[in-house]
């Protein structure tokens, strides 16, 4: 009965959603509707004959330079302590098949992959178990935890604290804004690299735009939105497809489809791009695949981000990046923990810090024509990632 009751609680809600969607425009009503989509079926993008080209990003290998000094680092003295891993039992926060895992948490999931590669890399026989059930019932963690009784047990959980600077934070969260500047993603992929398998030829000039939210979103007052940033971007160079990611929200959001029409962009969901001939014409992309970003960026030749953490994904995988230092674009974050971020992006001689989108529009040309090769962030960033995960790892094994 419960059941049946938070079902028609749940449709209420969504009939409520399409009435506003519906009121507003068709194309607003459409998104939504595709959004509910993609969440009942949120593996069938991925499952399109032209998407399964592209690896899963588990897949990539941590680069030799950075095992090596992992491999140095004082992290590696936990080998003395723990051995091998043999009765050693880690549980990840947003690794793959937990319980933790919904559509706005797969930027957590890429993180979550890169932690395994650092414990299995410290610890090679160690289990990590996936089914841990973080959002779960006390009773069935409990039996979580009787299955794995006599082992050492570390259940990490996985936070974005630069982002919400009043959040309380618990000692066995992993800061995603220490390891995201340390996570190497695809930076032995060669720039370009997947714009074959996804249709997209190599004179095509691609700009990719990551918005974080709504304006007004956790303060954000004056966040610049697609259609404006696209306009500031034409004034340098018009691009031939732009992509727009969201972090998490509706699409719907992030279009203004008569003016995009307008100006002859085509659009499509980055799902259909299987379908689509990119040789003619410009097209505008809404990103609705699940852990795709990264391959995004990887096609990008300019990256465009509205989000305190968000910068490093595009600058590991290649693109030039121009991200804001403004609260009243970014919203509620952490001061300190974002200047340390803002100095390891510059560092890497890829990425543009502006305040608001009239200063993107004076400093783009001369920052897309600058010629200088992009540095991976993450061994300038490892030895405070590998210091953070130390503590964590030491914290939660005393707790079990």
Known sequence: MRFASFWAAVSLILSAQFAIAQAGDNHSYQCTLRYLELLKKELQAEQRIALQALPGIETFELPEEYLRFLNQHPIAELHKKYGNGENLVFALEHFEKSGAIFLNHFGENIQANFLEKNLKALFPKATIDPEYPFDYSKS?????????????????????????????????????????????????????????????????????????????????????????????????RVPDLVIISSGGKHLDYLLDTPRYLKKGYQIYFASDLHKIDLTQGRFIILNDLRGKLPYLYNVSDLAIVTGPINFFEPLTSGAKTVFFDNPKVLGRYDLDAFAKLKKAALATGGALSVRDAPELAVKLAEFIADPKPISPPYLRSADAFLNHLNDVIEDTLSQH
Do not use: T
């Not at 936070?159 to 995603?176: K, P």
């Not at 995201?180 to 370009?192: D, Q, R, T």
């Not at 000039?205 to 007052?221: E, F, I, P, R, W």
């Open 140 to 236: 069935k963690k409990a039996r979580w935890m009787k299955k794995h009784s006599g082992k050492k047990i570390s259940i990490m959980g996985i936070r974005d604290s630069a982002e919400f600077a009043d959040e309380f934070l618990l000692d066995h969260q992993v800061q995603m804004a220490v390891i995201k500047p340390a996570n190497p993603g695809m930076a032995a992929v060669p720039h370009g690299k997947f714009r074959k398998p996804l249709g997209i030829p190599s004179d095509k000039y691609v700009v990719s735009l990551y918005m974080k939210d709504v304006d007004g979103y956790m303060d954000a007052v004056n966040a610049p939105s697609a259609l404006g940033l696209i306009q500031e971007v034409e004034k340098v």
